[in-house]
């Protein structure tokens, strides 16, 4: 399985690593973006949709929230948390980031609603992903994010923006009191939260 990545952004061309390698890229390069999924083939831009459509993914369920005005990313992203919760999966085993900007990104391990999850990948993820989303569908949530391709840049955690803020992970316990205040005290600085629990079946959402 491969995934790509971008140390700067833009317009830079997307370089492939093993997916068991990631960490060490990350650790030397401190990449701005690294693909959230992880492909079976290499891909690139030149690749047919064709093509495309017969690749394998693998990696968490994500959701992306996006807003001008941060509150109601704020009230969405919460809301979106607390539908899952009533499904019976515990905050503790999300990972939810604040993105240092404009949203947050929540991301959903494959244990929880995945039995055994196959290390070979999955046709159509992303829009499997994607159909979930819109069972979920909250405002700010960005839908672009679920697109056939290369996995989809992702932004790293702990990397310092062109904003000088961080993308940083945030502790469960802040998720039902958080305010816009806390999101800019959060942010200021490349600290991550390293906590949670371990993924288990959600068997709602599995369904």
């Known amino acids: 399985m491969y995934r790509y990545y971008q140390v700067e952004g833009g317009e830079e061309a ?15 390069k401190s990449p701005m973006f690294v693909t959230v999924l992880a492909t079976d083939k ?9 093509d ?12 992306d929230f996006d807003s001008q005005d941060i509150k109601l990313a ?17 905050l503790e085993q999300l990972s939810v980031y604040a993105t240092g900007s404009k949203g947050f990104h929540v991301e959903v391990p494959m244990e929880c609603f995945t039995p055994k999850v196959d290390r070979r990948g999955y046709l159509y993820l992303p829009l499997v992903y994607k159909a979930v989303a819109l069972k ?11 697109s056939i391709g290369m996995g989809r840049m992702w932004r790293q955690p702990g ?5 000088g803020r961080y993308k940083v992970r945030i502790d469960p316990s802040l998720l039902d009191h958080l ?29």
């Open 52 to 63: 495309k459509l017969q690749i394998k993914y693998l990696g968490p369920m994500y959701f």
């Open 14 to 28: 997307w370089k492939p690593v093993p997916d068991t390698h990631v960490s060490r890229v990350v650790a030397e």
């Open 74 to 90: 704020i009230n969405d992203m919460q809301s979106l948390c607390g539908s899952l919760l009533k499904m019976g999966l515990p």
């Open 179 to 207: 305010t816009e205040e806390m999101v800019q005290e959060l942010t200021s600085k490349p600290d991550q939260f390293e906590g949670g629990a371990e993924p288990d079946m959600c068997v709602d959402l599995a369904v």
């Open 159 to 163: 990397v310092q923006r062109p904003n």
């Open 136 to 146: 979920l569908a909250e405002d700010t949530l960005d839908f672009r994010v679920y």
């Open 42 to 50: 290499l891909v690139s831009r030149e690749t047919t949709r064709e």
